[in-house]
């Protein structure tokens, strides 16, 4: 018996098992932020970086995670801002779904300079306002506020995981703030 109605909103989810053959067959579909503050003029006078723990690594990277099945591209943006930089962030999610960028990561060098040894994957990358109080969870362990100079520094991009340092300044780029 079928029944109708709202879909269910965790059928997007996949098994460790389904998301390792997905990742094996398919490019997935990412979003990406790059959380920043403005000043009253609306202005970016901080980026904000993540780090985490990766493989026993201390690494520096941006919000990022897929999209689930069903999931509108500003649900899923939300969601993983406040996975990680927590609920009291306030993000401002942008009026367009249009991405200021889209980086296509491989799982080997050479065909991008992004890469992801686990998947093909495809990443829309927005820069998002952030108004609120950050305290990060999950698996970042904070959340660094750089003034956009110092972002953009060869010592702050090289750090960046799968080449996001690229990906930061072009982001930088697209508001106007890359020295």
């Known amino acids: 018996m079928s029944s109708v109605g709202t879909p269910d909103p965790t059928s997007g989810w996949l098994s460790e098992e389904e998301l390792a053959e997905a990742r094996r067959r398919l490019p997935l579909l990412y979003v990406e932020a790059v959380p920043v503050r403005l000043d009253g003029m609306g202005r970016v006078i901080e980026v904000g970086t993540l780090m985490r723990a990766n493989d026993g690594e201390i690494t520096r990277t941006l919000i990022s995670g897929r999209v689930m099945y069903g999931e509108t591209l ?20 942008p009026a367009s779904p249009v991405p200021f960028s889209v980086a296509e990561y491989f799982p080997w060098p050479g065909s991008s300079q992004f890469m992801d040894s686990r998947q093909h994957a495809v990443s829309l990358a927005y820069v998002v306002p952030i108004t609120g109080t ?17 972002a953009a520094s060869e010592s702050v991009t090289a750090d960046m995981e799968g080449g996001r340092g690229a990906l930061l300044r072009a982001a930088l780029a697209s508001v106007g703030v890359l020295p």
């Open 74 to 93: 500003r649900d899923a943006l939300f969601r993983h801002l406040e996975k990680d930089l927590g609920p009291m962030a306030f993000p401002l999610l």
């Open 134 to 150: 950050c305290e990060p969870r999950q698996d970042a362990l904070e959340v660094t506020w750089l003034r956009p100079a110092e």
